[in-house]
Each structure stands twice: as structure tokens, then as C-alpha cells.
């Protein structure tokens, strides 16, 4: 669970005091997005409900744990009731923001895929899913996750449509989609995503993703608000240097082979479960810009780049496009590649603790509301973990410093 990285010195009393703490400033923070007392109520229960140990959320589950009848309140509160699931994602942005803020901290982008029997819960259609490693029936979420010292988190969600269902009135109307809604790129959603955290002030100062959106779409948003990214690209991606020194032009795995062996250093992309996860990297300056050719806010020298990344264990290979102010070290890079993994590790926890992709809805609102509790949810127990291992750091800090005195005592006691 969520709580399983906690430094352990915490004690359970401090975490369940935490926890009861978190749940009411949650439920707090969330009430004015429903307006009626009835329906906050229900919500409160149905947060409830995703922090409790039922292994599966559906509604039945839900409702049996909250104490109602059926599922109907639930039922009612994610499809017939009145309320904004937007605000909830901001509800839950400005919590991420206050418990987890940093100024150095990784946006990551990524989707996800939710298995679905039928055709009529909205986007649903038989797409590729990483989730399943396969082609299969399902719903595909895009995320952006806040990843920083202190923690990580969801940020934002938007549930992508397939043209299968744009280029379809009826179906649209059917899932009650809003008319504003067309087709949107997964990358096109990442960017607007990135783009609703700046216009809030959100601290940031890198953007991760794969190869799906290490496209030009993506980083010229991102070169134009200043922030440095390292975004996955494939294979036969192409690169081209505009330095004077040295001349790279071709796919990523073809300026990679003419490198040397001796090019390649091995360093951590961050601590797994299993301890440090070493790889081998190499990076390749492209080309040193103006940042203000992008953008009107900043100046300076910023390199465009290419990073690839070697598995010790079987010499598998991954390519990065990246962009970084000049003398950024390849250090840094490796550590924002690294927070990729974060975003995984929350679909897993987020699916297998608070029930990310037990949805019973088949409408556009319903998957937000869902999805947006279950951040809320997530979002609630990062900040306890965080304050957790703050508290345990302290009491270890002070417990050092205690050990330390009585030491400088007993020996002020046998000086002459």
C-alpha cells in the first residue's frame, strides 16, 4: 500500500492520528464542490469506502461498507447527481500542491488502460493498453502525476476518446459527453494537462513521459513555458547537432552506434524495491538555443539533447529527447527520467487499494467523478505518508541528538 514507503519509525498511533486528521480535512476541502449537505455526506462515505480494505469498490461493496441498503446513494452521487468533477480534480491539485510542493519537482504524463466487457461505457473501444500488454476492449486514461522529495501523487486525468467515438453523435450523446468535447491526441491531452498546472502555478520544473509523447506537440508547449522535459521517443526517432564541434544526424540508434563503449556511465535512475536501479546511460548535446526564441519569460542557454538509456542485464535500449539548461548535468537527467516509474507504481496502488478501475459508470461524467475521488483518495494518503516520515525524521534527529549530549556529558564529567 501507499503507506509501505514510511521511513518506520512512525508509530501507528501517529499514523491512524494522521490518517483521521487527512479524512476530515479531505472531506472539509471537497464539500463546497457538492453544494447539498446529502450528497457531500455521500461523498465523505464514499471516500470512506476507497480508504477501507474491501478488495474490490464496486458499488455493492461500496454500499455494504458505508452501511446503506444498496448501491443506489453511490450509484446516484457518480451518475444522476448535480456536481462539478473538475472542481474535485482541483480540490485535489491544490491539496497535492500544499502537501507535496516543490519547486524541483517532475510532471508525469502517462495513461492507463481500464478492461471493459460491452461497447457502451464512454470511449471504451479495442485499443492497445499497456496494462494488459495487448490489444484489448478497455477505456484509456491519461494522467499527470506530481512527483517531488516529499512525494507523488495524481494531478489531473482526462479520459481519452478514439475517433471511433468522436466521428459518432449518437454515441456521444448517449455517454452524455459535453458538446465542447472532439478528438483530442493522448499528447494533446498531456498538453493541456500541463497547461492547466501552469495557468494554477503549480512548482515544476521538469516534464517525464514515454515515447507516446515525446513528440513535437509536446515539446515545443514545453519549451515555451520554460520547463525542461525528458520525454521518451523511439527507435528510429530523428536527431540532428547544430554544434560546431561535432556533427550527429540520423535515428537515436544509429548516432548511438558510432558512440564508443567508453561513452556510456552507469548511475542509478533511483531507489526500487529492490535497492538502486543501475543502468547504463549516454547523452548526446544536440544543439545550445536562445530560450528566449520560445519564450518570453526567460533567457539563457538551453540544450536540446539526446539520452539513451542501456540495461545492464540484457543490453536492452530506450532513447529520450530532452531539453535542459546549458551545463545541466547527466545526473539530473537520469533522476527526472527515473520518476517515470512513480506514475506506474500509482496505477498499481491506485487500482489495487482504491479502486481506480472498479468504475460501474458508463458515462463521461461518471469516469471523472470516480477517477477524481480515487485521486482525492490517493492524493489524501501521500500527504499522511510524507508528514509520517517527517515526523519519524525528526524524532530520529532528535533521539541522535539526545544520544549525543549525554555522550558530551559523560565525558564532560571525567575532564580535569
Known amino acids: 500500500m501507499i503507506l509501505n514507503e514510511m521511513n518506520g519509525a512512525a508509530s501507528v498511533e501517529d499514523v491512524l492520528a494522521l ?31 476507497l480508504l477501507g480494505n474491501e478488495p474490490r469498490k464496486t458499488g455493492w461493496m461500496r454500499a455494504e461498507a458505508a452501511g446503506d441498503p444498496g448501491p443506489w446513494r453511490q450509484q446516484a452521487l457518480l451518475g444522476r447527481g448535480h456536481w462539478d468533477a473538475d472542481a474535485l480534480r482541483d480540490v485535489v ?26 461497447s457502451a461505457s464512454c470511449g471504451v473501444g479495442r485499443q492497445y493498453t499497456g496494462s494488459a500488454g495487448k490489444i484489448t476492449n478497455c477505456q484509456i486514461g491519461v494522467f499527470a502525476a506530481y512527483v517531488s522529495a516529499k512525494g507523488h501523487a495524481f494531478l489531473d486525468r482526462a479520459l481519452y476518446l478514439p475517433k471511433a467515438w468522436t466521428e459518432k453523435p449518437e454515441r456521444l450523446a ?19 494537462m500541463i497547461g492547466r498546472a501552469l495557468a494554477a502555478n503549480v512548482p515544476f520544473r521538469w516534464v517525464a513521459g514515454d515515447s507516446v509523447y515525446g513528440v513535437g ?12 522535459y525528458v520525454l521518451g521517443v523511439n527507435a528510429n526517432h530523428h536527431f540532428h547537432s547544430w554544434r560546431p564541434d561535432v556533427c550527429w544526424a540520423g535515428e537515436a540508434r544509429e548516432i548511438v552506434d558510432t558512440l564508443p563503449d567508453a561513452a556510456w556511465v552507469r548511475c542509478s535512475a533511483g531507489r526500487g524495491t529492490k535497492g538502486e536501479r543501475l543502468y547504463d546511460w549516454l547523452y548526446c548535446p544536440m544543439a545550445d538555443l536562445e530560450a528566449a526564441e520560445y519564450s518570453g519569460t526567460i533567457t539563457g542557454t538551453w540544450t536540446r539533447g539526446l539520452l539513451a538509456r542501456r540495461n545492464p542485464a540484457d543490453g536492452d535500449l530506450a532513447y529520450f529527447t530532452t531539453w535542459c539548461p546549458q551545463g545541466t548535468p547527466l545526473e539530473t537527467l537520469v533522476r527526472v527520467e527515473g520518476t517515470r516509474w512513480r506514475i506506474e507504481e500509482g496505477f498499481e496502488t491506485a487500482k489495487n487499494e482504491f479502486g481506480l478501475d472498479h ?17 482525492l483518495a490517493y492524493a489524501m494518503m501521500a500527504a499522511v505518508r510524507s508528514q509520517a516520515n517527517a515526523m519519524a525524521l525528526k524524532k530520529s534527529q532528535s533521539h541522535k541528538r539526545g544520544r549525543s549530549s549525554a555522550g558530551q556529558s559523560r565525558k564532560s564529567a571525567v575532564l580535569p
Not at 217 to 228: F, K, N, P, Q, V
Open 217 to 228: 506537440e509536446l515539446e515545443m508547449a514545453l519549451r515555451r513555458a520554460s520547463r525542461g
Open 19 to 49: 490518517t483521521l486528521k487527512a479524512l476530515r480535512d479531505a472531506k472539509a476541502r471537497m464539500h463546497p464542490v457538492f453544494g447539498q449537505e446529502r450528497v457531500a455526506a455521500s461523498a465523505g462515505r464514499f471516500l470512506e469506502t
Open 174 to 192: 448517449a455517454a452524455h459527453v459535453p458538446d465542447d468535447v472532439q478528438f483530442a491526441s493522448k499528447p494533446s491531452l498531456a498538453s493541456v
Open 93 to 118: 491539485r491544490d491539496h497535492v500542491v500544499e502537501h507535496l510542493g516543490d519547486a524541483d519537482a517532475v510532471l508525469v504524463v502517462d495513461e492507463t488502460g481500464f478492461l471493459k466487457k460491452g
Open 359 to 375: 468504475n460501474e459508470t458508463r458515462s463521461w461524467h461518471g469516469w471523472h467523478r470516480h477517477v477524481s475521488l480515487v485521486m
